[in-house]
Every structure is written in structure tokens, then in C-alpha cells.
Nanobody, 119 residues
Framework: QVQLVESGGGLVQAGGSLRLSCAAS????????MGWYRQAPGKRRELVAV???????NYVDSVKGRFTISRDNAKNTVYLQMNSLKREDTAVYYC?????????????WGQGTQVTVSS
């Protein structure tokens, strides 16, 4: 099992910044891809950003140039730096980890952290 603990959400004005963190518990699982999803009220959950174990990244078009995903493999932690926030970024943000153990692959999710951007 991999436990994920998120932090860093909150209320911010449009144009402001927030940094989300997600720490994965130590385990025998190997942490592969890490990422962030978000879900706004009445909308489907969408992938915001993902980073592979080698550091390659991918972003949804709406956040490119504003958000940066990074990870610290020594700490099993993934970060999401969010700049130039817009009202449409308001959502619950979920950390995501794709892990492997004895040849099997597993997906784990954090509990979610609320990000609210006010005008």
C-alpha cells in the first residue's frame, strides 16, 4: 500500500500562486509516474500534470506555461507550482501515484485538497 498526504491548497486571488505537495509513504512499492488531477463542481476529473520517474512531464493545455510539476524522488514527493491562477482553476486537486510491486501495477490517490481562486 502507498499512502498519500497532500498539502498546500487554499484560497487565493486571481493572478496569485499556490504550491501543492504530495508525499507518498515509504513502502516496498516502486513509485513510477506521479501527477495531479482536479475536479471542479459539476465537471469530470481531469489530468492536470504528470511526471515520470525519469522527470519527463506532460500538462493539460489550459495550464501550460502557468503550472510546473516536479518531484523529489528521495522524498517520494511530488509538487505542483501554480502561478497566474485563474478562477477556472478552482477545483479539488488530487495527487496521483502509479506504483509497482512484484510485477503488478497499482494506482493510488490522495484525499484531495481544495483550491479556490477568487476574482
Amino acid at each position: 500500500q502507498v499512502q498519500l498526504v497532500e498539502s498546500g491548497g487554499g484560497l487565493v486571488q486571481a493572478g496569485g500562486s499556490l504550491r501543492l505537495s504530495c508525499a507518498a509513504s515509504e513502502s516496498d512499492f516502486s513509485i513510477n509516474a506521479m501527477g495531479w488531477y482536479r475536479q471542479a463542481p459539476g465537471k469530470r476529473r481531469e489530468l492536470v500534470a504528470v511526471i515520470s520517474s525519469s522527470g519527463s512531464t506532460n500538462y493539460v493545455d489550459s495550464v501550460k506555461g502557468r503550472f510546473t510539476i516536479s518531484r523529489d524522488n528521495a522524498k517520494n514527493t511530488v509538487y505542483l507550482q501554480m502561478n497566474s491562477l485563474k478562477r477556472e482553476d478552482t477545483a479539488v486537486y488530487y495527487c496521483y501515484v502509479h506504483a509497482g510491486f512484484l510485477g503488478y501495477e497499482y494506482d493510488y490517490w490522495g484525499q484531495g485538497t481544495q483550491v479556490t481562486v477568487s476574482s
